[in-house]
């Protein structure tokens, strides 16, 4: 699986002291209407209990710019719960969620449905709220390793010719 790049996103939940989260390369949409997407979550993850406790979560869509967020909420450095929010800015979404700023696309989710099979959850949720972010390259994991795809904003007014007004 590690020959198939996937966009980087950061699953959001729980709220105060209750809040943690994790990395994820399964992101997947389910359907268009109603609007809902599907994601892969290992079922002794810290954030399996905390999920089903709050039944909201948020997808953050990282851009090539926020690796060391990546690398945060995928446990690198040992950082866990609330202690994974630090150096980025947050807000709430409808449910209550974090959402980052500055994210590629933040979604607010209502936890639809988990099915449990073997060692992980297939986690089903109904999209309540969208923002989109700025239109900045998108991070991508690949071969184990981060990668990204396509121009941060300021390199394609760069390379366009185009100067900031």
């Known amino acids: 699986m590690r020959h198939l790049a996937g966009g980087v996103c950061v699953i959001t939940t729980g709220r105060g002291d209750d809040r943690t989260g994790l ?17 892969g979550l290992n079922l ?31 446990g690198r450095g040992g950082a866990k719960g609330p202690a994974r929010y630090v150096e980025a800015r947050w807000s709430e979404g409808r449910s209550g969620v974090p959402l980052l700023e500055g994210a590629l696309a933040a979604l607010d989710c209502e936890l ?8 992980h959850a297939i986690v089903i949720g109904r999209v309540r709220e969208i923002r989109l972010g700025p239109n900045d390259a998108a991070l991508l994991y690949w071969r184990g390793d ?12 760069i390379a366009l010719g185009l100067r900031s007004v």
């Open 23 to 39: 990395t994820v390369t399964s992101l997947s949409s389910l359907s268009a209407e109603p609007p809902a997407v599907m994601f």
């Open 44 to 74: 002794a993850s810290s954030v399996f209990p905390v999920l089903r406790r709050h039944r909201s979560f948020g997808v953050n869509f990282l851009s090539a710019a926020q690796k060391e967020i990546a690398d945060r909420f995928a």
């Open 112 to 119: 639809e449905e988990l099915i449990e099979r073997h060692s």
């Open 146 to 157: 981060y990668e990204r795809l396509g121009w941060m904003a300021e390199e394609a007014r």
